[in-house]
């Protein structure tokens, strides 16, 4: 894993952007690093813009905040209109393409990444609400940010038995995306 990680999940209220930055935070104390978790979001519980963000370490953190992300996931128009660009040289963009539509200025020299996100948990899982550890699976296989074993623990912590099994099938699927957008 490289050194230190700077992530910026975003979208809409309601979809669970909040949520993906803690349980990434969670995997990454599993994985023995240190992490911490910050959000912001607009005055509407569901529909306004949201993000949460994570610094991720293996040395002690001293500023708990997201300077410039060198991991940036857009789950809706919004979100990739406002942070699309805000991201690190080098960096990896990931984008639902079925919502995100191309009108953003994204620096020459970052990766993109493009996915139907909410279609694939949609059509897939039939909940559109696992979108959220779908891309935890993607960000998951893309980066190696942390082990596989750490985010099914922190998946596992975090949903009710009642619901625990799709999400773990959410987060399969994704991992699986991202090892064919690798190959």
């Known amino acids: 894993m490289q050194r230190k ?10 979809q669970g952007i909040i949520r993906s930055a803690v349980i990434l935070a969670q995997a990454a104390l599993y994985d023995g690093f240190d ?11 569901r529909g306004g813009s949201t993000k ?21 996931v857009c789950l809706s128009q919004e979100a990739y ?3 699309g660009a805000d991201i690190r040289e080098n960096g990896i963009l990931i984008v639902d393409s079925s919502i995100c539509k191309d009108d953003n ?9 493009e996915f139907p996100i909410i279609e694939t948990a949609r059509e897939e899982i039939q909940n559109e609400l696992s979108a959220n ?5 993607i960000v998951t296989g893309l980066t190696e940010i942390v082990s596989e074993q750490s985010m099914i623990a922190a998946l596992t912590e975090t949903f009710k038995k ?4 799709s999400n773990l099938k959410a987060f399969a699927l994704g991992l699986k995306i991202a090892q064919t957008a690798k190959n």
């Open 52 to 72: 949460g963000e994570v610094v991720i370490d293996d040395e002690i953190i001293y500023y708990p905040k997201v300077n410039l992300p060198n991991l940036v």
């Open 105 to 113: 200025k994204v620096p020459e020299n970052v990766k993109v990444y």
């Open 162 to 165: 009642n619901i625990l099994e």
């Open 133 to 137: 550890v779908l891309s935890l699976g």
């Open 81 to 83: 209109k406002k942070y």
């Open 5 to 14: 990680w700077e992530v910026r999940f975003s979208g809409t209220g309601g």
């Open 35 to 45: 992490a911490v978790q910050s959000q912001s979001y607009g005055p509407e519980s």
